[in-house]
């Protein structure tokens, strides 16, 4: 502000003195006045925004306090104010403030689909030369953010989901063993269904507006595991339809294991659980088994230990079927709605190593320290891994290491679909008012164009 006023101080009296000349007595120093004003101007203006907002969809403790804690560190550093909002109903909420002119700077989108419409519309920016070539991250992360040749998206966490927490003391007691195929999981499940103990899932979908997405991952790891990658990709670029034959097979497969007699949903149906509650549970022993993603430490009770000892916890690979070990995964992308300098320069640091072990130690420390698993992942290039704990570090091993990988294909859909009738049709095929085909028949009717 200071500045603003000085410039406009010197415009003014450079003002005053050509006045003063008279307008024909000496063009030549009206000329040097303005050439001179200009140079002020441009030398004093601000270099961006002072103050910066950030949305996004995580919104817990942990999460949401660990990420102002990363942006924080740049901001002080920066002269910068930034202020993360998270928003349990981002995907719809998002839309409304785009639409009303009301767009933070930046937000944080779980979907690259809809990053990518909301490129095409116009919405959000592309990243500048500079910032493009400042993300630490490979080619094969990066690409989520590319639309139509353009850099718009800047990774910020990545996800492994192909994971089944469990306690391995529980296991021993009963003398169950982890399986390491499709068959012997579902085996599995079916024995410990008969043995009249604890339920062999805990499942629940409930997730506000987003409510679903969790029966979409299960159906997405049995996408790959049941017929294959390039099935997927097919499926994904809807080069076959949402209702071909094998995606409703994979659809009814999830059904079929989400009996009442496999499942406990602690909110009393799957639907009305929601996805976060299934920790507590998994603890107490009321289940034995809970798929979900390695960010899923971050709802599991704090103090809970996670190893091979008695009460603690740890995972599994979700099995394949065909040999391949495919693994599903996940992420989340900054994109930028204007392309002020400190905006770009802060979508910078969200693509850095730096702000990955900022946020990983933030959010660790948040969980309660001392080995606790903090439910954040990142495959940033250049990172120190003492910064993640042992069972952290295996989750980055097996992405790096993992044969066959896919981002989430809601995710990747148009977001009419992924964030919209996949969830809802799904949900109502989890709730029985329509089968797996009848699902599949309206997700592929509401597919875009």
Excluded at 285 to 306: E, K, L, N, W
Excluded at 343 to 348: A, E, G, P, R
Aim: proline share 5%.
């Amino acid at each position: 502000m200071k500045r603003s006023r000085r410039a406009f101080g010197a415009l003014f009296a450079l003002a005053l003195v050509a006045t003063a000349c008279g307008g024909s007595s000496d063009e030549a120093s009206d000329t040097e006045a303005t050439d001179e004003a200009e140079a002020v101007v441009e030398e004093e203006a601000p270099a961006g925004k002072t103050e910066i907002t950030v949305t996004g969809p995580e919104r817990s403790d942990e999460e949401a306090g660990a990420l102002q804690d990363a942006l924080n560190v740049w901001g002080d550093a920066n002269g910068v104010t930034v202020t993360y909002l998270g928003d349990a109903d981002w995907e719809s909420n998002i839309n409304t403030q785009v639409q009303a002119g009301n767009a933070p700077d930046i937000s944080i989108f779980p979907q690259p689909g809809k990053l990518a419409d909301f490129a095409r519309a116009g919405y959000i920016v592309p990243l500048t030369d500079e910032v493009n070539a400042s993300i630490e991250w490979s080619d094969a992360w990066k690409q989520f953010g590319l639309v139509d040749g353009q850099q718009y998206g800047v990774p910020m966490k990545s996800d492994l989901k192909s994971l089944v927490w469990y306690q391995p003391s529980r296991f021993a007691d009963a003398g169950y063993e982890v399986p390491t195929t499709f068959g012997e999981f579902t085996a599995l499940v079916e024995k410990m269904a008969a043995d009249g103990g604890p339920k062999p899932l805990c499942v629940g979908i409930e997730s506000g507006t987003a409510t679903g997405w969790t029966y979409t991952d299960w159906v997405e790891e049995m996408v790959l595991r049941q017929h294959g990658a390039d099935v997927y990709d097919q499926w994904v670029a809807h080069e076959i339809p949402f209702n071909d034959p094998r995606i409703v097979e994979s659809m009814q497969a999830v059904l079929d294991l989400w009996t009442e007699d496999n499942v406990y949903a602690s909110g009393g149906t799957i639907a009305a659980t929601a996805f976060q509650d299934n920790g507590q549970p998994l603890v107490d022993g009321d289940c034995y088994m809970h798929r979900q993603a390695s960010f899923y430490s971050a709802f599991i009770p704090a103090g809970t230990v996670f190893g091979d000892g008695p009460g603690e916890v740890n995972v599994f690979y979700f099995p394949d079927i065909n040999g391949d070990k495919p693994v599903l995964g996940a992420g989340v992308l900054a994109a930028a709605f204007n392309d002020d300098a400190n905006v770009m320069k802060l979508m910078s640091y969200l693509g850095s190593a730096q702000y990955a072990m900022e946020r990983q130690q933030a959010q660790a420390t948040r969980k309660g320290g001392n080995g606790a698993l903090s439910g954040f992942l990142s495959a940033a290039i250049g990172q120190d891994p003492s910064v993640y704990t042992p069972l952290e570090q295996s989750f980055l091993k097996i992405l790096e290491t993992a044969a066959i990988v896919r981002f989430d294909a809601s995710d990747l859909m148009p977001a009419d679909v992924g964030a919209g009738t996949f969830w809802t049709d799904g949900t109502s095929a989890v709730n029985g008012d329509l089968t797996a085909q009848e699902a599949a028949d309206a997700i592929e009717a509401s597919w875009p164009g």
